[in-house]
C-alpha cells in the first residue's frame, strides 16, 4: 500500500473512551458531528455488527449532495473499529472502497486519544481532501463531546 495515498491523523479529546466510542457507532451521536465546516448531515444508518453496513449522507452550502457507505470489518468495543469507506454520491471524488481503522485509547476517566487512519485513497489529491474534510468533521466531533453529557444513555 502506498504511503502517499494513506491518511493517519491522531487526535485527543477530553471525554470518557465509551462516550467518544458512541459518537462512532450511534447514528443520534454521528447526525450532530459527522461532516466537514459548513456542511449538514442529511442521514446516518448505523448496522454495527461484522458484517453490518453504514451510510451517511451530508449537503454543502450550495446544496451539494453527498453520500458515503461501507461495511464494518472489525468491531472491538470501545477500542477498535474498522471499516470501509466509498462514495456513492461525490462528484469531485473517484468511487473508490477505503479502509479505516479507528483506534482509541484512554489517557484518563476524561480523556481519550483517537488514531484514525484510512488506507486505499485512490490519489495524493484524494488523501488531501479527505485529510481537510475529516479533520473539519473531527472538529465538530470535538465540540459535540464537549455538550454531550457525558453519562448519556445509549441511543
Not at 502517499?4 to 462516550?19: G, H, K, M, N, Y
Not at 459527522?34 to 451530508?58: H, I, N, Q, Y
Amino acid at each position: 500500500m502506498s504511503t502517499s495515498t494513506r491518511l493517519v491523523i491522531q487526535r485527543s479529546f477530553e471525554a470518557p473512551i465509551d462516550l467518544v466510542w458512541r459518537a462512532w457507532t450511534e447514528r443520534a451521536h454521528l447526525l450532530r458531528w459527522l461532516c466537514p465546516k459548513d456542511f449538514e448531515v442529511l442521514f446516518a444508518e448505523v448496522d454495527l455488527r461484522t458484517g453490518g453496513v453504514w451510510r451517511s449522507g451530508m449537503r454543502d452550502a450550495r446544496g451539494q449532495e453527498y453520500v458515503a457507505r461501507g461495511t464494518y470489518r472489525e468491531i472491538q468495543e470501545p477500542h477498535r473499529l474498522v471499516f470501509t469507506h466509498e462514495w456513492e454520491k461525490n462528484e469531485l471524488e473517484p468511487s473508490v472502497e477505503t479502509m479505516v481503522t479507528l483506534t482509541l485509547r484512554s489517557i484518563s476517566d476524561r480523556e481519550t486519544e483517537m488514531t484514525f487512519e484510512q488506507v486505499g485513497l485512490a490519489t495524493t489529491e484524494s488523501r488531501d481532501s479527505h485529510l481537510g474534510g475529516w479533520s473539519e468533521a473531527f472538529d465538530h466531533l470535538q465540540a459535540h463531546l464537549e455538550r454531550a453529557p457525558s453519562d448519556a444513555s445509549r441511543s
